[in-house]
Structure formats: structure tokens, C-alpha cells
């Protein structure tokens, strides 16, 4: 069946099923790996290791980020050209986008790697704790230039219909790398700089076999003489730019709230934030891969009229959000403790109280988190970014800031209530957004 058969034809529930699945299933093997990797870190090397990888992390995405800007901003306008039959006009974006993700790779790592230790040294750590999360950020920088382009091989993958090659790719690199960090960590015994080896061999492993349709000619896209112009760059920032911006807003607050915790509870409170991290981290591509993946479909039949097939599509997005939310609300309330240790099995005392105490707040986080996202991603299907660039930046950034200062005289209390005051906010900002639009 084709796309334009499967987008205006197949009944919304089938079609919710069909699109959504591999997409889920792509997200859930990122998400578990996510989390393997904090319960290796924190089990193998203990609870500075762990507060260690957690302040380094930021800056890590933000690496990453900048080649997401590329593979995403690039997609765009490879998938206009190849609609318009134009293939070798697909081809050279394609391959001046690869080559400016690997320079931009080179640049960002070079400087990351130069800069680690007085990044973290900003962020208030010292000592030991200082020491191993600039190891982190090292590795990750060093390996940066045969890194970072397997997040635009993924979205090349899916342009071309490879969309279950795209999907066991995320799954071999997911486990690939848990395989490797067991080995580092628990058989040879290495330290935290082996936690980050594991993740990008992993990564550049699967950035090769992802080349392979490429490099043999089997894709409709494949390399050639790049020719580079300055309205091609500027197209390809510009279609990138929203999911870039919504990137370096969630890392900036993820650096303030760590440069805060430092200072309000030190280790202990970086280590009881990054769990909420790994717990975030395990929820929210479920989410992604469900509403994200409807996106074509929506799109589609907004652009043919067809309201009421859209709206009935959306509500399976809305719905489907929903009861996941609801069913982690549920979850985390009834077993902090349990998830609390996956992440530091020697946690006890004070450390495991604050731990226990803060997810229960944090669960609260989904009870109204599902609609911003699912509005999120409606909007940006229906051509509507600044509404969606709104809604995220206003997530990922204004609302998490506003409330740091709102709900400082709660301490860490405050911190841990910052998710679900955002995610009110967030869904308040969606419902008037949505309203809004009704009444347009």
C-alpha cells in the first residue's frame, strides 16, 4: 500500500497502530538503553559516578544537537527535491549535509574537550566528582567526528522508506552499546571514560552499516561532488532551527538546575535529579515515538481537507498519550523506592528518603505532561511552528525557570515540584492554543 493510500484510507485506529509501532519501538530501545546505562553507572562505579555522568550530560546533548540541526534541518529539503523528481539535487544535500556534521563534529569536539574542565568547574564540582565527569565529556568529544552523524543517517534512512531499517538500527545501537558497557564496567573492571566508550563505539558502528545502502548505490540518495551555496546552508539551519532551539532549552535548564542542586544539596541532590533524568528519559520517547510518527498522516490529510479524518486521528494520539501518562503516574507513585535503587544500589539513609520523596512528586509531572506533547506534535503536523515551537520552548526553558524562582523557598522541594508545575503550565498554554484555533 502507498503512503497517500495509507494516510487517507486505512481507518485511524488501524493506521494509529501501523505508523506509530515502529516509531515506539525505536524510542523504547533508546529509552531502555538510557536507563541501562545509569543503572550500569551507578551499580558498577557507584553514586559519584553516577552525580558525575548526570552533570555531564548536558553538554554532551548539546554536542549532539548541533548534528541534529543538520540531519533534520537537511530533511526537509531532501524530501521537497525528491518529491519533485529532482534526485541528484536530493543527493548533494544529502552529501554536503554529511560532510558538515563530520566538520562541525571535528569543531564542536575539539572545543568540548579543551573546555570540559572549566565547564565543570563553572557548575561548582570538585575533586573526584569534577575529575570524572570531564573523563566523560572527554571520550564523548574525541569520538564526536564518527559519532554524531548516525542521528542524520537515521532520519536519511527513513526518507529513503528504510523505516524498519531505521528502527532495528536504534535497536542494534541500543544494544550494542549495553552489551559493550556490561563488558567495560562489570567484566574488565574500567572506569567511567569506558561508560562513553561503549555508547559511541555502539553509535559508530551503526553510523557504518547505516552508509551501506548508501555507499552501494541501493537508496535513492547516495554521495557525490558536494556542491555547497549559502541559500542551501541557510535552508538547512533554518528547517533545523526548532528542533535545535528546543534542544539547547532543555540542556540550559538542565545545567541550572544542576549548577542549583549543587549548591542546595551537592552530590546527593545531582544524583536524585538524575534518576528523575533516566525516569524522564524512559517515558517521554514512548510519547515521541507514539504522537511524532502520526505526524505524515495528519499532515496529509490536513493538507486534503479531511478535518474530521485528522481530528479522529488525533484523538487516537491524545487518548493513546494519555493512558501511557497515566499508567507511569501510577507506576512511579507505587515504587520509587525500587527505582530509586536501580540507579544506586548502595543508596540508604537520607540519600534514599530524598530519592523516594522526590519521584512521588515527580510522578504528578504526567498527569497533565501527555496533552502539551500530543498538542505539540499536532501542531507541528499541521503546519502551525511557531505554536509549536511555543509550547516547547516554554517547556523546555520559560516555565522550568519561572517556577525556580517562584518555588525557591521550598529548597529541593521546589526542584522536584518544578516538573509538575511545568507540565500544568504546559498543558494550560496547550488548551488556550487549541481553543484559540476553534474559535479561528
Request: a positive charge; glycine letters at 10%; aromatic letters at 12%.
Given at each position: 500500500?502507498?503512503?497517500?493510500?495509507?494516510?487517507?484510507?486505512?481507518?485511524?485506529?488501524?493506521?494509529f497502530?501501523?505508523?506509530?509501532?515502529?516509531?515506539?519501538?525505536?524510542?523504547?530501545?533508546?529509552?531502555?538503553?538510557?536507563?541501562?546505562?545509569?543503572?550500569?553507572?551507578?551499580?558498577?562505579?557507584?553514586?559519584?559516578?553516577?552525580?558525575?555522568?548526570?552533570l555531564?550530560?548536558?553538554?554532551?546533548?548539546?554536542?549532539?544537537?548541533?548534528?541534529?540541526?543538520?540531519?533534520?534541518?537537511?530533511?526537509?529539503?531532501?524530501?521537497?527535491?525528491?518529491?519533485?523528481?529532482?534526485?541528484?539535487?536530493?543527493?548533494?544535500?544529502?552529501?554536503?549535509?554529511?560532510?558538515?556534521?563530520?566538520?562541525?563534529?571535528?569543531?564542536?569536539?575539539?572545543?568540548?574537550?579543551?573546555?570540559?574542565?572549566?565547564?565543570i568547574?563553572?557548575?561548582?564540582?570538585?575533586?573526584?566528582?569534577?575529575?570524572?565527569?570531564?573523563?566523560?565529556?572527554?571520550?564523548?568529544?574525541?569520538?564526536?567526528?564518527?559519532?554524531?552523524?548516525?542521528?542524520?543517517?537515521?532520519?536519511?534512512?527513513?526518507?529513503?522508506g528504510?523505516?524498519?531499517?531505521?528502527?532495528?538500527?536504534?535497536i542494534l545501537?541500543?544494544?550494542?552499546?549495553?552489551?559493550?558497557?556490561?563488558?567495560?564496567?562489570?567484566?574488565?573492571?574500567?572506569?567511567i571514560?569506558?561508560?562513553?566508550?561503549?555508547?559511541?563505539?555502539?553509535?559508530?558502528?551503526?553510523?557504518?552499516?547505516?552508509?551501506?545502502?548508501?555507499?552501494?548505490?541501493?537508496?535513492?540518495?547516495?554521495?557525490?561532488?558536494?556542491?555547497?551555496?549559502?541559500?542551501?546552508?541557510?535552508?538547512?539551519?533554518?528547517?533545523?532551527?526548532?528542533?535545535?532551539?528546543?534542544?539547547?532549552?532543555?540542556?540550559?535548564?538542565?545545567?541550572?538546575?544542576?549548577?542549583?542542586?549543587?549548591?542546595?544539596?551537592?552530590?546527593?541532590?545531582?544524583?536524585?535529579?538524575g534518576?528523575?533524568?533516566y525516569?524522564?528519559?524512559?517515558?517521554?520517547?514512548?510519547?515521541?515515538?507514539?504522537?511524532?510518527?502520526?505526524?505524515?498522516?495528519?499532515?496529509?490529510?490536513?493538507?486534503?481537507?479531511?478535518?474530521?479524518?485528522?481530528?479522529?486521528?488525533?484523538?487516537?494520539?491524545?487518548?493513546?498519550?494519555?493512558?501511557?501518562?497515566?499508567?507511569?503516574?501510577?507506576?512511579?507513585?507505587l515504587?520509587?523506592?525500587?527505582?530509586?535503587?536501580?540507579?544506586?544500589?548502595?543508596?540508604?539513609?537520607?540519600?534514599?528518603?530524598?530519592?523516594?520523596g522526590?519521584?512521588?512528586?515527580?510522578?504528578?509531572?504526567?498527569?497533565?505532561?501527555?496533552?502539551?506533547?500530543?498538542t505539540?506534535?499536532?501542531?507541528?503536523?499541521?503546519?502551525?511552528?511557531?505554536?509549536?515551537?511555543?509550547?516547547?520552548?516554554?517547556?523546555?526553558?520559560?516555565?522550568?525557570?519561572?517556577?525556580?524562582?517562584?518555588?525557591?523557598?521550598?529548597?529541593?522541594?521546589?526542584?522536584?515540584?518544578?516538573?509538575?508545575?511545568?507540565?500544568?503550565?504546559?498543558?494550560?498554554?496547550?488548551?488556550?492554543?487549541?481553543?484559540k484555533?476553534?474559535?479561528?
Amino acid at each position: 500500500m502507498g503512503s497517500a493510500a495509507l494516510f487517507s484510507k486505512t481507518p485511524p485506529l488501524k493506521l494509529f497502530f501501523l505508523a506509530s509501532i515502529p516509531g515506539a519501538i525505536s524510542m523504547l530501545a533508546s529509552a531502555l538503553y538510557q536507563m541501562l546505562d545509569g543503572i550500569f553507572v551507578g551499580q558498577f562505579l557507584g553514586a559519584t559516578a553516577f552525580a558525575a555522568v548526570n552533570l555531564a550530560m548536558p553538554f554532551v546533548i548539546i554536542n549532539f544537537s548541533l548534528a541534529d540541526l543538520i540531519g533534520v534541518g537537511s530533511s526537509v529539503p531532501i524530501s521537497i527535491s525528491l518529491g519533485k523528481k529532482q534526485e541528484e539535487e536530493a543527493s548533494n544535500i544529502f552529501t554536503c549535509a554529511c560532510l558538515m556534521i563530520v566538520g562541525t563534529g571535528v569543531l564542536i569536539g575539539a572545543l568540548l574537550f579543551a573546555a570540559a574542565p572549566l565547564l565543570i568547574r563553572l557548575m561548582g564540582a570538585e575533586g573526584a566528582f569534577a575529575d570524572l565527569a570531564v573523563q566523560y565529556i572527554r571520550v564523548y568529544a574525541l569520538c564526536s567526528p564518527f559519532t554524531t552523524i548516525v542521528f542524520a543517517m537515521d532520519n536519511f534512512l527513513r526518507i529513503c522508506g528504510y523505516i524498519r531499517g531505521s528502527m532495528f538500527l536504534n535497536i542494534l545501537m541500543s544494544a550494542l552499546s549495553a552489551v559493550l558497557e556490561f563488558v567495560f564496567l562489570s567484566v574488565l573492571g574500567w572506569g567511567i571514560w569506558a561508560a562513553a566508550l561503549a555508547t559511541c563505539t555502539g553509535m559508530f558502528l551503526c553510523a557504518l552499516l547505516a552508509l551501506i545502502p548508501f555507499l552501494r548505490g541501493k537508496a535513492l540518495l547516495h554521495f557525490c561532488k558536494p556542491r555547497f551555496s549559502g541559500q542551501m546552508v541557510r535552508q538547512v539551519v533554518a528547517c533545523g532551527s526548532p528542533n535545535f532551539l528546543n534542544n539547547i532549552a532543555g540542556r540550559i535548564t538542565s545545567i541550572l538546575m544542576n549548577w542549583i542542586l549543587v549548591r542546595l544539596g551537592g552530590e546527593m541532590a545531582v544524583s536524585v535529579y538524575g534518576i528523575l533524568m533516566y525516569a524522564e528519559g524512559f517515558i517521554q520517547p514512548l510519547l515521541y515515538g507514539m504522537c511524532d510518527s502520526l505526524q505524515p498522516a495528519v499532515g496529509y490529510n490536513w493538507g486534503a481537507g479531511k478535518f474530521s479524518r485528522v481530528r479522529a486521528i488525533e484523538k487516537c494520539c491524545f487518548c493513546a498519550s494519555g493512558i501511557v501518562s497515566i499508567g507511569a503516574v501510577f507506576l512511579i507513585a507505587l515504587l520509587p523506592e525500587q527505582i530509586a535503587r536501580l540507579f544506586m544500589a548502595d543508596a540508604g539513609g537520607e540519600m534514599l528518603e530524598v530519592a523516594v520523596g522526590a519521584l512521588r512528586l515527580f510522578s504528578l509531572t504526567y498527569v497533565t505532561r501527555w496533552f502539551s506533547f500530543a498538542t505539540q506534535s499536532y501542531m507541528l503536523a499541521i503546519e502551525k511552528p511557531v505554536a509549536a515551537s511555543l509550547i516547547s520552548v516554554s517547556t523546555a526553558l520559560l516555565f522550568p525557570v519561572l517556577l525556580v524562582l517562584l518555588l525557591q523557598p521550598l529548597g529541593l522541594t521546589g526542584i522536584w515540584l518544578n516538573f509538575a508545575g511545568t507540565a500544568a503550565l504546559a498543558a494550560l498554554l496547550s488548551g488556550g492554543i487549541l481553543w484559540k484555533m476553534r474559535g479561528n
